[in-house]
């Protein structure tokens, strides 16, 4: 687990937002996070922060553990780590499939997971357990596998999946849902690439795909507005199903009135759907702030 330009940059503004936004006091890492920042990283969040913000890790940004950035740079005053293993140094072991204990319940300012999520079999369980574990008005900064990483975890997930779960009914708002371009086999091993907003796919009343050759990251920071027992007591469901369900209408096979060959109507739609799938089409994609 590691923290990329793209996880330190909202950690920061956060920390530095004007106005402030809660302190980030008492945090947990989801795993033992390593700090992972390029020289061309530092000198992005300089520009954008000031020469000072990351202090002596400006010198030593790579490959060390985070905890004493994110105390120094944050303003961290209690740093737990989670894990389900005390391997690594963890503070609170918990295995995420589990059901949170209650002295977990509420306790944190801030919970942090660059890269545990996809390894978790149980994902509804563990994604339970973070919006469990924050407190009324903090903050929760995730990176977790979107595309071309198969292998890498159990799982490579949807934007859909977080604009669906961090919604207001199970008391959350999603600040930003975003993708990163990635090298392989890891992002943290090159500077960072470009990253883009993800629609909400409900907003634009249309699955939001994704292709391209480049392993894609997924980033979401999101808010806690209320805190609910069970957050899932009624699931998710994909928005473009639960649209048909409410209007009442089925799916069709269109046929050709021009009687146009299978195989082409098929080279025409895969065409299209990879245009739409590029983080070239503004429908989907958009500027990260």
């Given amino acids: 687990m590691a923290l990329t330009y793209h996880d330190v940059r909202p950690l920061l503004r956060a920390r530095y937002a004007s106005p402030p936004s809660r302190p980030l006091q008492e945090v947990v890492t989801i795993g033992r996070q390593v700090l992972a920042l390029h020289r061309r990283d530092v000198r992005a969040l300089a520009d954008e922060f000031g020469p000072d913000v990351l202090g002596p890790w400006a010198d030593r940004p790579y490959g ?60 509804p369980a563990a994604l339970r357990a973070y919006m469990g574990m924050l407190r009324v008005g903090g903050s929760l900064f995730l990176s977790t596998p979107a595309n071309n990483l198969c292998g890498h975890g159990f799982y490579q997930l949807s934007p859909e999946l977080m604009h669906r779960v961090f919604v207001a009914e199970r008391g959350f708002r999603a600040n930003h849902v975003a993708l990163v371009e990635a090298v392989y086999p890891g992002i943290e091993l090159r500077p960072a690439r470009r990253a883009v907003a993800v ?26 507005l209320v805190h609910h027992e069970d957050p899932f007591a009624e699931p998710p469901q994909q928005s473009d199903y639960a649209a048909r369900w409410r209007e009442g209408r089925g799916h069709e096979l269109r046929s050709s009135r021009r009687r146009v060959p299978l195989s082409v109507r098929a080279v025409v739609r895969g065409w299209r759907q990879r245009r739409n799938g590029s983080l070239s089409n503004k429908r989907f994609y958009r500027p990260l702030p």
């Avoid at 796919?201 to 806690?224: F, H, I, N, S, Y």
């Fill in 64 to 123: 060390a553990y985070a905890d004493a950035f994110l105390r120094e740079a944050l303003g961290v005053i209690q740093l737990d780590v989670l894990d389900a293993s005390d391997y690594e140094g963890a503070t609170v072991l918990h295995d995420l499939n589990r059901p949170l204990p209650a002295e977990l319940t509420q306790r944190f300012d801030a919970v942090i997971d660059g890269g545990t999520l996809e390894h978790v079999f149980d994902v």
């Fill in 199 to 224: 629609v909400d796919p409900d907003a634009v009343a249309e699955r939001v795909t994704l292709t391209g050759r480049r392993p894609m990251m997924l980033l979401v920071q999101a808010e806690k």
